[in-house]
């Protein structure tokens, strides 16, 4: 039985800021920025944005077109979640008016929590094949003001409808993983800011696409060549390349250049929205879709997701007919170009303007929010949600 992704859909919040002008105000080279991390905006939530409203606007991209009576499991991957208890996906599961009968949760294990619920799903409708799985992978990257990390900042949300016979991209039965316990970022209950060994991260992502890609080989017989493209989980754009350029040596040059082709096409969304965790494989999954002729149903393309602490896991992906006819290129390029630029110290007032980490009340701006969800408040420590009327 075929298993995969039916409907995806995107939200990401309609303020930027261009990473020329944080490198200005840090007296960094922008070319570092731009060329060096290959980041050019960075996606800013306001305070009335978070897991929740993201996760919830970007399913509701084509909630109205599915029959949710068949949904018998919603799962948030996130690590920026609003509660330390209560999961998002029983708020989310509200705000989209979905039925009782569902199991809902949230899944933690840094940036691999979608590819943690996404497999969790496959898993469920193949147990299921009558039912359907709502994936949400949302999450805000924050790493502080003037930090290392402030370039590989962002925000947004992916959400996938998993089912049998997907009419985007089937998950194949090829998975290859590893778990390691390992410090090379993490986040204490503390505080909403991230702390990451910046080079060892990078190691470790490296080192672990090549076990799982060695692995992956071993285990299918199959080769770069198999794959019209390779996506991976992109903290910033050039993350993913320093990983493809490993492996690519062992292919043929056509290879090489049609990979690195596809690679470009899967990094456009992420250089304008910026890290957003969970979701950012999954970004560059629909960026890739969105940006590019050169794919067809019947190719095969290579997923490798990444989560620091660390677990990475390498599979494919088959598209399927017709796949093109379910997306939206037209109306996700349409928002990103809509968004609102901030100035420098505009966008250090968004950032610092957050949810108290205290217990009290708090009420956030009611125009800032263009998305379907917004958080209005925070009253007596309960967190208020409500669908977004401009
Ligand atoms: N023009 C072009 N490129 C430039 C440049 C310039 N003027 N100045 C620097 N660069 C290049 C560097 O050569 C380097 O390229 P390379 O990585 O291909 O060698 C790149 O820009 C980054 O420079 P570097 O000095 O290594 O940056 P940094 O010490 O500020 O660290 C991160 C960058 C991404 C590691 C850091 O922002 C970080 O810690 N981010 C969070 C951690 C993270 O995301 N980890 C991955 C989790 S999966």
Redesign the pocket.
Same mark, same amino acid.
């Given at each position: 039985m075929k298993i995969g992704i039916d409907r995806i859909g995107l939200y990401s919040p309609h303020y930027y800021v261009a990473l020329a002008d944080v490198a200005a105000a840090r007296n +960094? #080279? !922008?070319? =570092? @920025? /731009? /060329?060096? /991390?290959g980041q050019t905006e960075q996606a800013v939530p306001p305070s009335a944005e978070d897991v929740v409203t993201m996760g919830a606007s970007a399913a509701n991209e084509f909630i109205g077109d599915i029959d949710t009576s068949k949904i018998g499991l919603l799962v948030l991957g996130t690590e920026t979640g609003i509660d330390a208890s209560k999961s998002g996906a029983v708020v989310i599961q509200r705000l989209l008016q979905l039925p009782m009968g569902m199991r809902t949760f949230e899944i933690k294990q *840094?940036?691999y929590g979608g590819t943690a619920g996404l497999m969790a799903a496959r898993d469920y409708v193949a147990a299921h094949p009558d039912k359907t799985a709502l994936v949400i992978a949302a999450d805000i *990257?924050r @790493?502080g003001l003037a930090?290392?990390?402030? +370039? %590989?900042q962002g925000a947004g949300a992916v959400a996938m409808l998993v089912s049998a016979n997907p009419r985007i991209m089937t998950i194949e039965d090829d998975s290859v993983f590893i778990s390691k316990d390992i410090s #090379?970022?993490w986040r204490p209950v503390y505080t909403d800011l *991230?702390l *990451? =060994?910046? =080079?060892y991260? %990078?190691e470790? @992502?490296i080192e672990f696409f090549q076990t799982v890609w060695a692995r992956y080989q071993q285990d299918t017989g199959r080769t770069l060549a198999d794959f019209a493209a390779a996506n991976f989980?992109l !903290? @910033?754009t $050039?993350?993913g390349m $320093?990983a493809l350029k490993t492996a690519l040596p062992a292919a043929s040059a056509a290879v090489q250049e049609r990979l690195l082709a596809r690679y470009h096409e899967s990094t456009i969304y992420s250089r304008r929205i910026g890290?957003i965790y969970t979701g950012s494989l999954y970004l560059a999954l629909l960026s890739l879709l969105e940006n590019t002729s050169a794919l067809k149903a019947g190719d095969r393309l290579g997923m490798f997701s990444?989560?620091?602490g660390a677990v990475g896991e390498f599979y494919s992906g088959v598209l399927q007919p017709g796949y093109t006819d379910l997306l939206a290129a037209a109306k996700h390029v349409q928002e990103l170009d809509a968004r609102t630029e901030l100035t420098v110290p505009e966008y250090e007032a968004m950032f610092n303007n957050k949810v108290p980490y205290a217990a009290d009340d708090y009420a956030t701006d009611p125009k800032a929010v263009v998305g379907a969800f917004r958080l209005e408040g925070v009253v007596k420590q309960e967190r208020q949600y409500r669908r977004n009327d401009k």
């Amino acid at each position: 039985m075929k298993i995969g992704i039916d409907r995806i859909g995107l939200y990401s919040p309609h303020y930027y800021v261009a990473l020329a002008d944080v490198a200005a105000a840090r007296n +960094v #080279d !922008p070319n =570092k @920025y /731009i /060329i060096g /991390i290959g980041q050019t905006e960075q996606a800013v939530p306001p305070s009335a944005e978070d897991v929740v409203t993201m996760g919830a606007s970007a399913a509701n991209e084509f909630i109205g077109d599915i029959d949710t009576s068949k949904i018998g499991l919603l799962v948030l991957g996130t690590e920026t979640g609003i509660d330390a208890s209560k999961s998002g996906a029983v708020v989310i599961q509200r705000l989209l008016q979905l039925p009782m009968g569902m199991r809902t949760f949230e899944i933690k294990q *840094a940036c691999y929590g979608g590819t943690a619920g996404l497999m969790a799903a496959r898993d469920y409708v193949a147990a299921h094949p009558d039912k359907t799985a709502l994936v949400i992978a949302a999450d805000i *990257a924050r @790493y502080g003001l003037a930090s290392g990390g402030e +370039v %590989t900042q962002g925000a947004g949300a992916v959400a996938m409808l998993v089912s049998a016979n997907p009419r985007i991209m089937t998950i194949e039965d090829d998975s290859v993983f590893i778990s390691k316990d390992i410090s #090379d970022f993490w986040r204490p209950v503390y505080t909403d800011l *991230a702390l *990451a =060994k910046g =080079k060892y991260s %990078t190691e470790q @992502y490296i080192e672990f696409f090549q076990t799982v890609w060695a692995r992956y080989q071993q285990d299918t017989g199959r080769t770069l060549a198999d794959f019209a493209a390779a996506n991976f989980h992109l !903290p @910033y754009t $050039k993350m993913g390349m $320093k990983a493809l350029k490993t492996a690519l040596p062992a292919a043929s040059a056509a290879v090489q250049e049609r990979l690195l082709a596809r690679y470009h096409e899967s990094t456009i969304y992420s250089r304008r929205i910026g890290n957003i965790y969970t979701g950012s494989l999954y970004l560059a999954l629909l960026s890739l879709l969105e940006n590019t002729s050169a794919l067809k149903a019947g190719d095969r393309l290579g997923m490798f997701s990444y989560g620091s602490g660390a677990v990475g896991e390498f599979y494919s992906g088959v598209l399927q007919p017709g796949y093109t006819d379910l997306l939206a290129a037209a109306k996700h390029v349409q928002e990103l170009d809509a968004r609102t630029e901030l100035t420098v110290p505009e966008y250090e007032a968004m950032f610092n303007n957050k949810v108290p980490y205290a217990a009290d009340d708090y009420a956030t701006d009611p125009k800032a929010v263009v998305g379907a969800f917004r958080l209005e408040g925070v009253v007596k420590q309960e967190r208020q949600y409500r669908r977004n009327d401009k």
